[in-house]
Nanobody, 123 residues
Framework: QVQLAESGGGLVQAGGSLRLSCAASGSIFSINAMGWYRQAPGKQRELVAT???????NYADSVKGRFTISRDNAKNTVYLQMNSLKPEDTARYYC?????????????????WGQGTQVTVSS
């Protein structure tokens, strides 16, 4: 069984910072890209940032210069440092990972999602 467990969300004032973490655990053979997505009430889930296995990053225009994605491959963990937060950043943030997992002698590749962590930015 594979799990992605997010942590670090909370309530913060505008201009503040938060750091999200997402740890992958279970029968994982390898991890390719990892990323963060968010979904605000009444809106579609949108990409925030992604990071490849080699460390290449990609950001949504709305967070460029404020958010930084990083990963610790030894810990199977991806982070999202969020600075200069704005009320419009309020959303539930979801971790996503492209995993190669195993079950006995069988291997599978697919995308996995965490349960999400709530980020609320007050004005």
């Amino acid at each position: 069984q594979v799990q992605l467990a997010e942590s670090g969300g909370g309530l913060v004032q505008a201009g503040g910072s938060l750091r999200l973490s997402c740890a992958a655990s279970g029968s994982i053979f390898s991890i390719n890209a990892m990323g963060w997505y968010r979904q605000a009430p009444g809106k579609q889930r949108e990409l925030v940032a992604t990071i490849s296995s080699s460390g290449s990053t990609n950001y949504a225009d709305s967070v460029k210069g404020r958010f930084t994605i990083s990963r610790d491959n030894a810990k199977n963990t991806v982070y999202l440092q969020m600075n200069s937060l704005k009320p419009e950043d309020t959303a539930r943030y979801y971790c996503n990972a492209d995993l190669r997992v195993y079950s006995g002698s069988y291997y599978y590749t697919g995308g996995y999602w965490g349960q999400g962590t709530q980020v609320t930015v007050s004005s």
